[in-house]
Nanobody
Framework: QVQLVESGGGLVEPGGSLRLSCAAS????????MAWYRQAPGNERELVAR???????KYGDSVKGRFTISRDNGKKTVYLQMNSLKPEDTAVYYCNGAFRYSKYWGQGTQVTVSS
């Protein structure tokens, strides 16, 4: 049974930081491309950041220079360090794991940036 479990969301003031974690089980984690997506009310789900099994990274334009994705294959966990948060970063953040035709999603964690 595959599970992706996100944690670390919450309420933060503009300019603040949060670190999201996604713990995976039931998959050969090291070979999976792992990613974070987000979806705000009324918007489509969008890619935030992706890290491949060989640690190649890609970021959405709106988060470049502020967010950093990383992974720990020993802990089967992917992280998203979010700095300089803005109100427009408010969304539900979803963890995603993909390998060939297999794709899995976590349940999501809410991030709210507000003063």
């Amino acid at each position: 049974q595959v599970q992706l479990v996100e944690s670390g969301g919450g309420l933060v003031e503009p300019g603040g930081s949060l670190r999201l974690s996604c713990a995976a089980s039931g998959i050969s984690f090291s070979i999976y491309d792992m990613a974070w997506y987000r979806q705000a009310p009324g918007n489509e789900r969008e890619l935030v950041a992706r890290i491949t099994g060989v640690y190649r990274t890609k970021y959405g334009d709106s988060v470049k220079g502020r967010f950093t994705i990383s992974r720990d294959n020993g802990k089967k966990t992917v992280y998203l360090q979010m700095n300089s948060l803005k109100p427009e970063d408010t969304a539900v953040y979803y963890c995603n794991g993909a390998f060939r035709y297999s794709k899995y999603w976590g349940q999501g964690t809410q991030v709210t940036v507000s003063s």
